[in-house]
């Protein structure tokens, strides 16, 4: 497809329902605005908690900072920021305790990181493959799609991508929709391709014009 060239895709003027249970894959290089596009998102959900693992200067309004899943109550927003040595058991407990309340929204930053590094990719993919039920949502942030759990993209409902390419690319293509391999090769900075997997839906957008494209159900 020649660059001039716009991807064909279906556009509906209605902004699409991001209801709570349905999980969320974000895919882009550091830089690329993918943890900018994700605290636009996760601003409209109510009990949230964003699991850093690196810092950031990205701000999320109104969450509370905390070190450990023993500082969070029942309800709320929270960056869930451990220390180093604690990053592997603080995160894992909040995915436990998610598992048991039911209705969290759980951010994971960086999932190859927190699934292969932190090695508790088992309890990340209880969330991803049986949350649904629990009305438990799980976003994903990640570089390499190619890398990590089957499950992030598989069991997603809504994906935003930025500009990817080769083997990742593929790996978007398998698994969301082969008519992705053309449009994410063709996104400029900072743009990204949504995909809504129920109706098959792309677009294309950027996080400024977030509140046009999807809203919370």
């Not at 008519?179 to 957008?205: C, M, N, Q, W």
Request: some cysteine; overall charge positive.
């Amino acid at each position: 497809m020649l660059a001039s060239q716009p991807a064909i895709i279906p556009v509906s003027p209605d902004p699409i329902p991001w209801t709570q249970g349905e999980h969320m894959a974000i895919i882009g290089d550091t830089g690329s605005g993918k943890t900018f596009l994700e605290s636009r998102l996760l601003a409209l959900r109510d009990n949230v908690v964003v699991c850093r693992t690196k810092p950031d200067d990205i701000k999320f309004p109104g969450f509370k900072a905390v070190r450990s899943a023993s500082a969070m109550d029942e309800t709320g927003k929270y960056l869930l920021v451990p220390n180093y040595e604690r990053q592997a058991v603080e995160i894992a407990s909040v995915l436990d305790r998610a598992w048991k309340d039911g209705h969290w929204t759980i951010a994971l930053d960086e999932l190859y990181y927190i699934t292969n590094m932190l090695k508790i990719e088992p309890y990340v993919d209880r969330l991803l493959t049986q949350g649904r039920s629990k009305r438990i949502t799980v976003v994903t942030g990640m570089q390499r799609p190619a890398w990590v759990s089957r499950f992030a993209l598989s069991q997603a409902t809504h994906a935003f991508l930025f500009v990817t390419e080769g083997r990742d690319t593929k790996t978007i293509a398998q698994a969301l929709s082969p008519r992705l391999a053309d449009v994410v090769g063709e996104l400029r900075k900072h743009e990204f391709a949504y995909y809504h997997r129920p109706s098959r839906t792309i677009r294309r957008g950027y996080a400024q014009t977030l509140p046009e494209l999807i809203v919370k159900a």
